[in-house]
């Protein structure tokens, strides 16, 4: 089994910053890709990027990209998705998620493994 802890949310103004982290912890040797989602209460669970552990290839949702940087720190177990320029719109519960394989996919029924969410509020 394995593990997913996901923390870093909170309340930030517009313009502002917030970095994610989520730790993996259990048989982690199964897993390669990570990812981040998000999701709007009463709206469909919504990709933001995701990290191939070994080779580092990434992929990002359009609505973030240049904003959120998505990165690893293979010995710790640890991914982080720094969030800059942060809009209300950018206001969801963010997951991390994990799967094996190599592509950093943006498809959410592909990630086996998920984090119990942490809630990021942009207020304008």
């Known amino acids: 089994q394995v593990q997913l802890a996901d923390s870093g949310g909170g309340l930030v103004q517009a313009g502002g910053s917030l970095r994610l982290s989520c730790v993996a912890s259990?048989?982690?040797?199964?897993?390669?890709?990570m990812g981040w989602f998000r999701q709007v209460p009463g709206k469909e669970r919504e990709f933001v990027a995701a990290?191939?552990?070994?080779?580092?290839?990434?992929t990002y949702a359009d609505t973030v990209k240049g904003r959120f940087t998505i990165s690893k720190d293979n010995a710790k177990n640890t991914v982080f998705l720094q969030m800059n320029t942060l809009t209300p719109e950018d206001t969801a519960v963010y997951y991390c998620?994990?799967?094996?394989?190599?592509?950093?996919?943006?498809?959410?029924?592909?990630?086996?493994?998920w984090g119990q969410g942490t809630q990021v509020t942009v207020a304008s």
């Open positions: 998620a994990a799967k094996s394989g190599n592509y950093p996919s943006r498809r959410d029924y592909e990630y086996v493994y």
């Open positions: 259990g048989r982690t040797f199964s897993l390669n890709v």
């Open positions: 990290i191939n552990w070994s080779g580092g290839s990434t």
